[in-house]
Each structure stands twice: as C-alpha cells, then as structure tokens.
C-alpha cells in the first residue's frame, strides 16, 4: 500500500477524482510532452457525464497551460473505467501521440496500462487482517505501525493536512452567498453557527456544530476551495468535522489528533487498496461510506479504544452505508452530498460509540465488509455511479422542469442562545 502522504491531498475542490486527478494527469502530459503545439482530450464516462459540473474541463485547461487544450466530451463510447481520458498529442513537429488516463479516486491517477499509481509501496500488508497480525506480533498500536513504516516525520506531513482542515472550516463559517452553478444553494455553515438551543440537550448542540464544520468544508469543496481528500473532496467534510469538535471536546493535545489521522489514513489506505473511493466504480458507499469508516476509526482512536475498537468502529460505520449511491444533482458536488457529509459525520461517531460495547462480540471483519462495498458497488445500476442520470439527479431535476416546490415549513419558537 501507498504512504498516507498520498491519501491525504491537498488541493482544490470540488471533487478529487473530477478535479484534482484529471489535473495531476494534465501536469503530467505538460512534463513529457512539451513540444507539444496542442491538446485535444477526450472525457469518457463519468468524466464526461458529470465533468462540467464537477469543474473537470476547467482544471484541464488551467492544468495543461500555456499549452493550449480542447476539450471534448463522449457519452457513449465506452471504457474499462469510468473516469477514463484520452490526449490526443499534435506536437510542434507534426506528429501525433496519444496518452490514455485514468482517476481511480482519491485523487490518484493511472497512466496508460499502469496496474498502480506511480508512487512508492511503503507497507507491505495488504489487508487489515495482516495489519493487526503485525501488530500483535511486535506489541504495536496502529500508531506505532504508521511510524514503522512511514517515519516519525509523516506527522509534519499531517500537521500541514490538519492545519488545511480546521482552515477549510473557518473559511466556510464565514462564507455567505449562494454555492457555484445552476442549483442555486445558499451557504448554510455559518447559518448552523449562529446559535445554539438552549432547551436542547448537549448531544442535540453536539450534533449541530458537527454540521456547521462538516457543511463549512463541504461548502468550500463545492466552491472549488482548498480542502484535503479525507479521502476524496466529496466526502471531505466528515474527518475534519469530528476531529474538530471531539479534538476539543476532549481537550486532546495537537500530537494525539494527529496520530488519529494517521489511525484514520490507515482505514483509508486498506479501502483504497482492495477496494474504491471513487463514486463513479463503486457509488458514494465507496466516497462517504469511506470517510465514515475513517472518522469512526479516528474518533474510536481519541476515546482510548484498542486495535479491537477501532477496527470495530470502522467496520460498524463501512456496514451502515452500504449501498450508498451516487447520485449528484446536475454533475455538482452539492445536493445530495453536502448533507451526507454531515450526517456521515453524526455516524461515524454513533459507530464509535457503539463499538465501545460491540467490539468483543462483533462478528464481521472489517476486511469482510470493505470486500461486500466494492462488490455492491460493482452490482450497483451504473445510472447510480456518479453520471447524474439516477436516483436523486433524476428526480430533482423533473420535479424541478414540473414548477415543483417545497410546502413551506411550520416555524418552532425555541429559546436560543448566542453560540458565541
């Protein structure tokens, strides 16, 4: 398996797969191909289906700059992989090359026949299974496992991710204005923050600034802002919202919530590498379920669980979104996916919790659910894998062509008080 390090990207909204890859693939055709007088690329599948939307042309463009791209869209042929594209080369000399891609999620990227993304192999275990055997055999914490094998400097690398996560989160409690495209969402972060209800108990407040800080993320990622794949931009908000809020609930030092990410990153890592984190193969199981799964482990981590807890928690949080589809309004990474990122968040903490009394008699590992994901997302209708033309996508969309509207909500009178 890879480092953490490339599980944990930093860059630009709002989808990792949509966005940060097809950039990285276009930095990479600019760096081998620089006699090149232009490009013509061709998007496949979800690529094409949802690629205005979730901005893929325009971080094409920029990425291939000041070589000049044409960008095409083909919404029939089909792939082996849904996030496929093709450039086509007209070098300066006259000749002609092409260079298939593909972004297998996360934001990493696949060139040509390449089995793996070209980045080193840092662990030699393949599955959670061989991990806890590792473990068990040296008297580790999962902890000491990432330092093993990464070095005690991945945690300068996750200082800068968790720096990057609570910055998304103040820009997006600050943020006002309507959400970019079509749709026309306003931003509700800072609407979550505004106040709390007094006649609400802890866990009700609890739960509503999980919201502000997993919106104010999802929000920034929709706006094509800086946020950290956790582990795709799609499902960004969940991690940082629940190591925001328990991180200072609990009043733990910086160090400890960074090992909770490296604790995190290590139930990311075994999902991306037996499985997907892209919507567009295996559904938003496979993108929220993920990140769910990470912030379970994460949050299992801060209340002292043991390997047994938190590979619980993970699996407790994996087997409750499965069958999760994707399916986003218009190609825009906003309705339905800002609010599952908020209530992934809630989740992954019930997961948490619950795996404080379910560990010991648990009875499905979490190897076993993260092979029942990519299975499900595998049988899954292809309409609801990230293309925009099932599910929610389809059914907003007519109800809104039929002039329909929401019935107008009752107000409730509660005593509030200034979440200040």
């Given at each position: 398996?890879k480092?953490?390090?490339?599980?944990?990207?930093?860059?630009?909204?709002?989808?990792?797969?949509?966005?940060?890859?097809?950039?990285?693939?276009?930095?990479?055709?600019?760096?081998?191909?620089?006699?090149?007088?232009?490009?013509?690329?061709?998007?496949?599948?979800?690529?094409?289906?949802?690629?205005?939307?979730?901005?893929?042309?325009?971080?094409?463009?920029?990425?291939?700059?000041?070589?000049?791209?044409?960008?095409?869209?083909?919404?029939?042929?089909?792939?082996?992989?849904?996030?496929?594209?093709?450039?086509d080369?007209?070098?300066?000399?006259?000749?002609?090359?092409?260079?298939?891609?593909?972004?297998?999620?996360?934001?990493?990227?696949?060139?040509g026949?390449?089995?793996?993304?070209?980045?080193?192999?840092?662990?030699?275990?393949?599955?959670?299974?061989?991990?806890?055997?590792?473990?068990?055999?040296?008297n580790?914490?999962?902890?000491?496992?990432?330092?093993?094998?990464?070095?005690?400097?991945?945690?300068?690398?996750?200082?800068?991710?968790?720096?990057?996560?609570?910055d998304?989160?103040?820009?997006?409690?600050?943020?006002?204005?309507?959400?970019?495209?079509r749709?026309?969402?306003?931003?509700?972060?800072?609407?979550?923050?505004?106040?709390?209800?007094?006649?609400?108990?802890?866990?009700?407040?609890?739960?509503?600034?999980?919201?502000a800080?997993?919106?104010?993320?999802?929000?920034?990622?929709?706006?094509?802002?800086?946020?950290?794949?956790?582990?795709?931009?799609?499902?960004?908000?969940?991690?940082?919202?629940?190591?925001?809020?328990?991180?200072?609930?609990?009043?733990?030092?910086?160090?400890?919530?960074?090992?909770?990410?490296?604790?995190?990153?290590?139930?990311?890592?075994?999902?991306?590498?037996?499985?997907?984190?892209?919507g567009?193969?295996?559904?938003?199981?496979?993108?929220?379920?993920?990140?769910?799964?990470?912030?379970?482990?994460?949050?299992?981590?801060?209340?002292?669980?043991?390997?047994?807890?938190?590979?619980?928690a993970?699996?407790?949080?994996?087997?409750?979104?499965?069958?999760l589809?994707?399916?986003?309004?218009?190609?825009?990474?906003?309705?339905?996916?800002?609010?599952?990122?908020?209530?992934?968040?809630?989740?992954?903490?019930?997961?948490?919790?619950?795996?404080?009394?379910?560990?010991?008699s648990?009875?499905?590992s979490?190897?076993?659910?993260?092979?029942?994901?990519?299975?499900?997302?595998?049988?899954?209708?292809?309409?609801?894998?990230?293309?925009?033309?099932?599910?929610?996508?389809?059914?907003?969309?007519?109800?809104?062509?039929?002039?329909?509207?929401?019935?107008?909500?009752?107000k409730?009178?509660?005593?509030?008080?200034?979440a200040?």
């Amino acid at each position: 398996m890879k480092s953490i390090r490339y599980l944990y990207r930093i860059g630009n909204g709002p989808s990792s797969s949509h966005t940060i890859g097809p950039s990285r693939i276009s930095k990479y055709a600019v760096k081998n191909f620089p006699n090149a007088d232009h490009f013509d690329v061709t998007l496949f599948g979800s690529f094409a289906l949802t690629g205005r939307g979730h901005m893929t042309d325009r971080a094409i463009v920029s990425s291939c700059a000041p070589i000049p791209a044409n960008i095409f869209f083909d919404y029939k042929t089909k792939t082996e992989h849904p996030n496929t594209v093709k450039f086509d080369i007209y070098n300066k000399d006259g000749t002609h090359k092409i260079l298939w891609a593909t972004s297998p999620g996360g934001g990493s990227i696949r060139i040509g026949n390449e089995k793996s993304a070209p980045e080193p192999e840092v662990y030699k275990e393949k599955n959670f299974a061989q991990i806890r055997k590792v473990c068990e055999k040296n008297n580790w914490t999962l902890v000491d496992y990432v330092v093993n094998r990464e070095g005690e400097e991945i945690f300068d690398y996750l200082g800068e991710v968790y720096d990057a996560m609570m910055d998304s989160i103040e820009r997006g409690l600050k943020a006002t204005g309507e959400l970019p495209g079509r749709l026309h969402v306003k931003r509700r972060a800072k609407d979550f923050l505004k106040s709390l209800y007094v006649d609400e108990s802890e866990v009700g407040n609890s739960f509503r600034l999980m919201y502000a800080y997993a919106f104010a993320v999802s929000e920034e990622n929709a706006s094509g802002g800086i946020v950290v794949t956790a582990p795709t931009c799609g499902s960004c908000g969940v991690l940082p919202s629940v190591m925001k809020y328990y991180g200072e609930k609990y009043k733990k030092p910086r160090k400890t919530i960074l090992e909770a990410l490296a604790v995190a990153g290590i139930i990311g890592n075994v999902i991306k590498y037996n499985a997907s984190l892209a919507g567009a193969e295996a559904g938003c199981q496979a993108e929220i379920g993920s990140a769910c799964s990470m912030a379970a482990a994460a949050y299992a981590y801060l209340k002292k669980e043991d390997i047994d807890g938190i590979e619980c928690a993970a699996e407790v949080a994996m087997e409750h979104s499965l069958g999760l589809t994707c399916d986003p309004v218009g190609g825009y990474v906003i309705i339905p996916c800002i609010e599952r990122n908020a209530i992934a968040a809630i989740r992954a903490v019930a997961a948490g919790r619950l795996a404080e009394y379910a560990h010991a008699s648990n009875a499905v590992s979490f190897d076993t659910v993260v092979e029942t994901m990519y299975k499900t997302g595998k049988d899954l209708n292809k309409r609801y894998r990230e293309t925009a033309k099932g599910g929610l996508a389809e059914s907003f969309i007519r109800a809104m062509k039929k002039g329909s509207k929401k019935p107008a909500r009752p107000k409730h009178k509660k005593r509030i008080i200034d979440a200040k």
